[in-house]
Antibody, heavy 122, light 108 residues
Framework: EVQLVESGGGLVQPGGSLRLSCAAS????????MHWVRQAPGKGLVWVSR????????SYADSVKGRFTISRDNAKNTLYLQMNSLRAEDTAVYYC???????????????WGKGTTVTVSS | DIQMTQSPSSLSASVGDRVTITCRAS??????LNWYQQKPGKAPKLLIY???SLQSGVPSRFSGSGSGTDFTLTISSLQPEDFATYYC??????????FGPGTKVDIK
């Protein structure tokens, strides 16, 4: 079964750090670009970051640039999101998602984890 | 950056109704448009990709249309399990594939 399972969320004080993990199974993890998407309580989906298949290229939303770092370990089939200098506005459920594309390069996120909750509060 | 809007933001409908949700991009995105369904406390689920292609396993009552800046998601006959929030997403402009604000479909 194709699956993504996030972990590492929790309660952290403003200015603190947290590392999220996303364990992949059931597919060739090293062949896929991966994304992190977050959702603040009662709000919509917001793209956070992406990484290419071998980890050599990354991108970030402006709101997290310089504070978050995405990485992956293809040997362990695991995606990471290192979050530093956390703010109250980073409070959200964080989802990892697999990016797939068609032969005409139409991209879409076809596999999602169940999410892990990050709460930034004193 | 490409901005996505959706209308309506919410709607009330009955089982069996035909439901249409509209998504608009701030610039042309060809057919690089996806639709997701999200139920409370659950992860998003892909319904439609490339504006009109039905994801495997998704019921045929869901359909998508449009190109350029204007897109539509249609549910031909609303079922009880379809009450959820629906998001469009552009995949034209990398790296961040912007989502629309969502349309909540609830029971009339």
């Amino acid at each position: 079964e194709v699956q993504l399972v996030e972990s590492g969320g929790g309660l952290v004080q403003p200015g603190g750090s947290l590392r999220l993990s996303c364990a992949a199974s059931g597919f060739t993890f090293s062949s896929y670009w991966m994304h992190w998407v977050r959702q603040a309580p009662g709000k919509g989906l917001v793209w956070v970051s992406r990484i290419n298949s071998d980890g050599s290229s990354t991108s970030y939303a402006d709101s997290v640039k310089g504070r978050f770092t995405i990485s992956r370990d293809n040997a362990k089939n695991t995606l990471y999101l290192q979050m530093n200098s956390l703010r109250a506005e980073d409070t959200a459920v964080y989802y990892c998602a697999r990016l797939t594309y068609t032969n005409l390069y139409y991209y879409y996120m076809d596999v999602w984890g169940k999410g892990t909750t990050v709460t930034v509060s004193s | 950056d490409i901005q996505m809007t959706q209308s309506p933001s919410s709607l009330s409908a009955s089982v069996g109704d035909r439901v249409t949700i509209t998504c608009r991009a701030s610039q042309s995105i060809s057919s690089y448009l996806n639709w997701y369904q999200q139920k409370p406390g659950k992860a998003p689920k892909l319904l439609i990709y490339a504006a009109s292609s039905l994801q495997s396993g998704v019921p045929s009552r869901f359909s998508g249309s449009g190109s350029g800046t204007d897109f539509t998601l249609t549910i031909s006959s609303l079922q009880p399990e379809d009450f959820a929030t629906y998001y469009c997403q552009q995949s034209y402009s990398t790296p961040g594939f912007t989502f629309g604000p969502g349309t909540k479909v609830d029971i009339k």
